[in-house]
């Protein structure tokens, strides 16, 4: 998925051309290539001392190699839209990233032989990143520092039965989306967990996901789910943050069984029961919700609802209750 340049980004600009967006905010440097990636970037971003780099699918011309990349061994964040196959294994080299994305629907044929298979490990400061899976990135398993990640898996024919999140430990937030064949999410090497996002997981089933017995999931969004159940009894105590997403398959006053909810929204839901229900959840100080026109339908006592949670806001624990 292609990002949009933000030309409207705080922070004091250091060169803008059609090719290129250099923005310092603070110690950040952060370079925006929309254009072929030549010499004259190179230049650039030494001259201003960049420190983070975006490509997108133009950057790369006809170059089936990041090993350019390697000129900046001082990069701290990189992400990467490609458009054809591409050898990214020089990312090894990069050893001060702090954070890595790569996005692209080409970066590997159906048998993974077009991408040689990268070894993510020497990466040992990276703590965040957002990768399109297959098979030659299977190595961003074992980033032991990761403390965010974010797997996309829109190509899924990948064997989702091989992955392994052992080597994680020290992973906090996990983010699955476009997984069409995950059955079962095993999870209980995570025990640090706190923050889980499930999204276009259409054969997930119920009690599909599996925790560490002391991870502590905090925040929590789902979407597209198919038969899967939150597991209250296991979740419940623990969620201060709740997002539901499309059409649910169970009463959204389900939610009552996370009695100490904070913030709880909708994405895509279009039918609400009164909310009245709502006010039993006495920590509960946000909600919020979106779904294209016409949209649910308040009635005046749900309105009415959505101001007492509102008013809440800035009241101590003792001040809800």
């Not at 959204?252 to 996370?258: K, P, S, T, W």
């Amino acid at each position: 998925m292609e990002a949009v340049i933000d030309r409207s980004r705080p922070g004091r600009r250091l060169f803008d051309s059609d090719a290129l967006l250099i923005i310092q905010e603070g110690d950040i440097v952060n370079l925006s290539c929309y254009g072929r990636w030549t010499l004259e970037s190179l230049k650039l971003a030494e001259k201003f001392g960049v420190n983070r780099v975006y490509l997108t699918r133009d950057a790369f011309g006809q170059k089936k190699s990041i090993r350019f990349l390697l000129d900046l061994p001082d990069l701290r964040a990189v992400h990467i839209v490609v458009g054809h196959p591409v050898d990214m294994t020089a990312v090894s080299g990069l050893t001060k990233l702090e954070y890595l994305g790569i996005r692209g629907n080409d970066v590997e044929d159906l048998e993974g032989r077009r991408t040689p298979p990268i070894d993510f490990t020497p990466l040992v400061c990276l703590k965040e990143a957002n990768i399109e899976f297959c098979r030659p990135f299977e190595s961003i398993l074992r980033c032991g520092a990761l403390e965010s990640l974010w797997l996309w898996n829109s190509r899924y024919y990948f064997p989702i039965s091989d992955l392994d999140f052992s080597g994680l430990q020290s992973l906090k937030k996990l983010q699955m989306t476009e997984w069409r064949k995950l059955k079962h999410l095993d999870l209980t090497a995570l025990k640090r967990l706190e923050c889980l996002i499930l999204e276009a997981i259409p054969m997930l089933r119920e009690g599909g996901v599996t925790l560490h017995p002391k991870a502590k999931v905090r925040s929590f969004t789902m979407g597209r789910c198919g038969a899967y159940r939150i597991d209250w009894n296991r979740m419940g105590n623990d969620l201060v943050e709740l997002e539901l997403q499309g059409g649910l398959r169970f009463p959204i006053e389900d939610i009552l069984q996370a009695p100490y909810l904070r913030k709880f929204s909708t994405n895509g839901v279009r039918k609400f029961p009164p909310l009245q229900f709502l006010l039993q959840l006495k920590e509960l100080h946000f909600f919020d919700w979106f779904a294209s026109p016409p949209g649910p339908k308040f009635s005046k006592e749900d309105r009415e609802v959505m101001a007492q949670i509102k008013a809440r806001d800035g009241l101590t624990a003792k001040d809800r209750r």
